[in-house]
């Protein structure tokens, strides 16, 4: 019997099950499991778990690799008669995300970020059911950098290399609300949109960080990212002004992308757009 099958590329082939080859043909009885069954059922769990796990590892290994140069350049910085400077710490964290961007994005995405993670999530981007996987390995990938970290810097060289606001809390607030925006808008625009030019989202990325940790970094740490706050905090027991950087780049990211898909093209007419509130679905160029 000749039936037609479509790939996920959308590719068709056809495949030719011969009656005596075929475990599953005939039919069996309606209280008979076919001989074929646990052996697909094992295909299907292993086809699913095996690249899910490659996606975790790639966030583990990602973020672990983010934070430890970002915050090595930190803890020199401040041993070492601000050797580093703040433009110096500034390229380290956008070269970091840019070569991790191109490292692996292909794998995970790289996200290496829980405001990411949920701002993807809620616009439809990330399934919701990946997500607190992806947090946790985020999070383990921080702290494990920032405990490798005072590992090798110890005694007087142990310095907090988290982040802290340097005026009030509500001043930090708002600067990494409007760091966080600016980067998920920018991520939005050249990771989601098809008709940006994929190779340079590394490049953009990376400037981004690179940009906002230039001028908000003496203000607020410009941290963007719970889990690079989180890790730091956790090894150095030191939560001054936490609820800042697990609250407001969350928010800024969620602002970021909506607002960019409502800028995005689409060629829906304006009474679909409203109904669905949302400008993910739209076909043709979005």
């Known amino acids: 019997m000749a ?3 479509s790939g996920t590329n959308g590719k068709h082939g056809v495949v030719l099950d011969v009656e005596g080859d075929n475990p599953c043909y005939p ?6 499991r076919p001989p074929c069954a646990s052996k697909t059922k094992e295909d299907s769990i292993l086809s699913i778990s095996v690249p899910f ?3 975790l590892i ?3 290994v990602g973020t672990y690799f ?3 140069a970002g915050c090595t350049a930190v803890a020199v910085n401040l041993n070492f008669d601000k050797e580093v400077t703040l433009p110096g710490i500034s390229i380290v964290w956008g070269l970091a995300v840019m070569v991790l ?4 994005g292909h794998i995970s995405g790289a996200h290496f970020n829980p405001a990411v993670t949920l701002a993807f999530a809620t616009c439809k981007r990330f399934p919701w ?3 607190p996987a992806y947090i946790a390995c985020q999070v383990i990938g921080s702290t494990l950098a920032a405990g490798t970290i005072r590992l090798i810097f110890t005694g007087k060289q142990d310095q907090f290399t988290g982040t802290m606001p340097a005026g009030s809390d509500m001043q930090s607030f708002v600067v990494e609300f409007i760091i966080t925006f600016y980067l998920m808008f920018i991520i939005s625009g050249v990771a989601t949109d098809n008709r940006a030019i994929g190779e340079l989202a590394g490049l953009a990325v990376g400037s981004t960080v690179l940009l906002n940790v230039l001028f908000a970094g003496p203000i607020s740490g410009a941290s963007m990212n719970p889990a690079r706050s989180l890790g730091p905090a ?3 027991s030191q939560y001054k002004g936490i609820w800042v950087y697990l609250i407001s780049p969350i928010l800024g990211a969620q602002a970021g992308a909506w607002a960019y898909n409502m800028i995005r093209y689409t060629d829906k007419p304006l009474r679909e757009i409203t109904k669905s509130a949302s400008f993910l679905k739209s076909t043709g160029r979005a």
């Open 53 to 55: 796990i490659q996606k």
């Open 129 to 131: 059911k990946e997500v």
């Open 234 to 236: 956790i090894v150095s």
């Open 66 to 68: 983010l934070i430890f």
């Open 101 to 104: 961007v191109y490292s692996v």
């Open 58 to 60: 790639a966030e583990v």
């Open 27 to 32: 039919p069996p009885p309606c209280n008979d």
């Open 3 to 5: 039936d037609e099958i």
